[in-house]
Antibody, heavy 121, light 112 residues
Framework: QVHLQESGPGLVKPSETLSLTCTVS????????WSWIRQPVGKGLQWIGR???????NYDPSLKSRVTMSVDTAKNQFTLRLTSVTAADTAVYYC???????????????WGQGTLVTVSS | DVVMTQSPVSLPVTPGEPASISCRSS???????????LDWYLQKPGQSPQLLIY???SRASGVPDRFSGSGSGTDFTLKISRVEAEDVGIYYC?????????FGQGTKVEIK
């Protein structure tokens, strides 16, 4: 099973851009899909979106105008960019991946440890 | 978005006793192939979520067989046959059929 590690600034100012990187180890990033999920402190989970190594993406429509995901296969990394952040974007951000069932369903079974991003001036 | 509703919100349990959590979706999670795209996760205190059940009833690798999932369409259940102390945490259901994927609000399981 692959290991995922998030990295990036823990503090971002309002209206600026949040950028996080997830480094994949123990396996290749190629030929799979990669997700971002966040969790405001003390609250539930929100799926942000996912990207296939082909570049195809699916985003939560409520965040779509502010979200960009990308993959760097040479570095075995994928990234999340969230623009125009507000305090409501303060959360623990997880990168995740999964396995493909014979039905075609990609279920999420590997998570990073998560990184807290606080939006504050 | 598909709304996932879990009950109860809080579940005090006695070790050795069974426990059950319900999850209902606002839209059917049954696909044309007959699979229900519903997963269950457990988030232990201070940890990332871990997959317990996928496709409503398939146990993930390494998950003890005291955990089982059932249901179809819009109504799903996670059962723990005999609760152990290590099972405490917050349980989430998540639907994977519709975009965006959405989670239930969570059920906090704690020992009485």
């Amino acid at each position: 099973q692959v290991h995922l590690q998030e990295s990036g600034p823990g503090l971002v100012k309002p209206s600026e851009t949040l950028s996080l990187t997830c480094t994949v180890s123990g396996g290749s990033i190629s030929g799979d899909y990669w997700s971002w999920i966040r969790q405001p402190v003390g609250k539930g989970l929100q799926w942000i979106g996912r990207i296939y190594t082909s570049g195809n993406t699916n985003y939560d429509p409520s965040l779509k105008s502010r979200v960009t995901m990308s993959v760097d296969t040479a570095k075995n990394q994928f990234t999340l960019r969230l623009t125009s952040v507000t305090a409501a974007d303060t959360a623990v951000y997880y990168c995740a991946t999964g396995s493909k069932h014979g039905s075609g369903y990609d279920y999420i079974d590997s998570w990073g440890q998560g990184t807290l991003v606080t939006v504050s001036s | 978005d598909v709304v996932m509703t879990q009950s109860p919100v809080s579940l005090p349990v006695t070790p050795g006793e069974p426990a059950s959590i319900s999850c209902r979706s606002s839209q059917s999670l049954l696909d044309s192939k007959g699979y229900n795209y519903l997963d269950w996760y457990l988030q232990k205190p201070g940890q990332s979520p871990q997959l317990l059940i996928y496709l409503a009833s398939s146990r993930a690798s390494g998950v003890p067989d005291r955990f089982s999932g059932s249901g179809s369409g819009t109504d799903f259940t996670l059962k723990i046959s005999r609760v152990e102390a290590e099972d405490v945490g917050i349980y989430y259901c998540m639907q994977g059929l519709h975009t965006p994927r959405t989670f239930g609000q969570g059920t906090k399981v704690e020992i009485k």
